[in-house]
């Protein structure tokens, strides 16, 4: 997440849509008194080498702060609270206050729901394995993984809404990064494009196998995308088809014959349902 106080920018940083190469890109445009969230550590190294910046300026404005908050801070000698590198919209206007929030320029990155949730499933796997926990995170396939996780799927809606209602002045669509960013280099005074800078930086890449970058969706699996993603879906126009070339194997079969909310919901509630005895609507 970046506020540039400079350039009079805000960047919020959504779930595996290259924010993290597009968080490094836009450092290399920042200044001092810009704010900076902390990035994993070889992302870090990536963006001093660009930047000559790190992580900088991310706690509260003192400001910003209340009477409680300033006394807390004056106890403890550590800000009350942090920006963070997935702040949320709602979060970051809060904290910023709204009149700047409405005077700065806001963006984010979007992505097909029915490719992130392959990318997210992917890279949480990889992320697992390497902290050695591979018996413990034994999730075979992105079906059972959404079953037990499903509050991952529909992330990305709620780091740029409140109630549904859209925060962000303007989307960069993940298909389509280097004509939107050319829109966000000309609102930001660039005189290049950020996609120059953002294609040689491939942060959290090649993580998914790539006998699943065109498949790996169920049936089931779509259902279940396509009805807690039903607003992003609608508002961008994204299709599993644009994703999903070939139809997977069913991982395990569905709750009922009933399309739409039931099938979805039953899908979900399949472990529950199982144990409980229920028998399908």
């Known amino acids: 997440m970046i506020i540039s106080h400079s350039r009079k920018f805000i960047f919020v940083k959504t779930y595996k849509t290259a924010g993290s190469s597009l968080e490094i890109a836009l450092s290399k445009y920042c200044a001092k008194g810009d704010v900076l969230t902390p990035l994993d550590g070889d992302e870090e190294d990536k963006r001093r080498k660009l930047s000559g910046l790190g992580a900088q300026n991310y706690g509260k404005p003192l400001r910003r702060y209340r009477i409680e908050d300033a006394l807390r801070y004056l106890r403890k000698r550590k800000p009350v609270e942090r920006y963070n590198e997935h702040s949320p919209a709602w979060q ?3 904290m910023i206050g709204p009149e700047t929030w409405e005077r700065y320029f806001t963006f984010t990155i979007v992505r097909n729901p029915y490719d992130r949730c392959l990318s997210r499933f992917y890279y949480s796997k990889s992320v697992e394995e390497k902290r050695g926990r591979k018996k413990v995170w034994d999730f075979g396939n992105l079906d059972q993984y959404m079953r037990y996780n499903p509050w991952f799927i529909n992330e990305n809606w709620a780091m740029y809404t409140q109630n549904d209602e859209v925060l962000v002045d303007f989307f960069v669509r993940y298909e389509h990064l280097e004509a939107d960013l050319a829109e966000v280099s000309r609102r930001i005074g660039l005189e290049r494009n950020l996609y120059e800078d953002m294609r040689g930086i491939s942060a959290k890449g090649g993580i998914r196998p790539p006998s699943q970058r065109s498949a790996g969706l169920t049936a089931a699996g779509r259902k279940m995308i396509g009805l807690l993603c039903a607003p992003e879906i609608e508002r961008f126009g994204y299709r599993p088809e644009d994703v999903a070339a070939a139809e997977a194997p069913e991982a395990r079969p569905e709750v009922g014959s009933r399309p739409g909310l039931a099938s ?11 144990a409980l005895g229920f028998a399908p609507i």
Do not use: D, M, S
């Not at 979805?264 to 199982?274: C, S």
């Open 92 to 94: 970051i206007r809060r």
């Open 264 to 274: 979805a919901l039953g899908f979900a509630l399949l472990p529950t349902v199982a």
